[in-house]
T-cell receptor
């Protein structure tokens, strides 16, 4: 099956710093989503981004489908950005089956 | 903004008991999913459901599991005889279209003793 690898596994930042999270996937996909799992365990949609670039406030994401990777940028990080960031992908004709990466655990220190 | 809701938020059960986890997807959505996350691990797909049928299921989704859409609003996951290893957070999700943003509910934390 498709492999999804996220890096780095852990990241510690000072408030105000910028960061880039990476997601590599091993096959072509028709769906890619980024999620933030907050300390209460909720999975919050950040982006639906099978290709191209999107921005939402301090967050932006880019997916280069032909090279099978996606990047999530967090600028001017805040303590509320702490949590685990997951990338999830779906291959064609898989009935909506999202395959998740292992996540990047981000800790933003005040 | 519409959201997916799940009940209960936390369920504790004895091994061997049946549990039903309930979800109310976003009202105009057509595709429904269940995922689970064992503590400290990644999220795993269980099953997808469309037009009152299972579209796709994982190897985790064995005969102990079943899904149902009993009415126009609820979507349920039943575990017939729970095992210790079923302890996990269970997430429901829904989408309007088949290939689209999946919106996740807040999860039900299942603890099997």
């Amino acid at each position: 099956g498709i492999q999804v690898e996220q890096s780095p596994p852990d990241l510690i930042l000072q408030e105000g710093a910028n960061s880039t999270l990476r997601c590599n996937f091993s096959d072509s996909v028709n769906n890619l989503q980024w999620f933030h799992q907050n300390p209460w365990g909720q999975l919050i949609n950040l982006f639906y981004i099978p290709s191209g670039t999107k921005q939402n406030g301090r967050l932006s994401a880019t997916t280069v489908a032909t090279e099978r990777y996606s990047l999530l940028y967090i600028s001017s990080s805040q303590t509320t950005d702490s949590g685990v960031y997951f990338c999830a992908v779906e291959r064609d004709n898989q009935g909506g089956k999202l395959i998740f990466g292992q996540g990047t655990e981000l800790s933003v220190k005040p | 903004e519409p959201e997916v809701t799940q009940t209960p938020s936390h369920q504790v059960t004895q091994m061997g008991q049946e549990v039903i986890l309930r979800c109310v997807p976003i009202s105009n959505h057509l595709y429904f999913y269940w995922y689970r996350q064992i503590l400290g691990q990644k999220v795993e797909f269980l099953v997808s459901f469309y037009n009152n049928e299972i579209s796709e299921k994982s190897e985790i989704f064995d005969d102990q599991f079943s899904v149902e859409r009993p009415d126009g609003s609820n979507f349920t996951l039943k575990i017939r005889s729970t095992k210790l290893e079923d302890s996990a957070m269970y997430f429901c999700a829904s989408t309007l279209l088949g290939v689209d943003t999946q919106y996740f509910g807040p999860g039900t934390r299942l603890t099997v003793l």
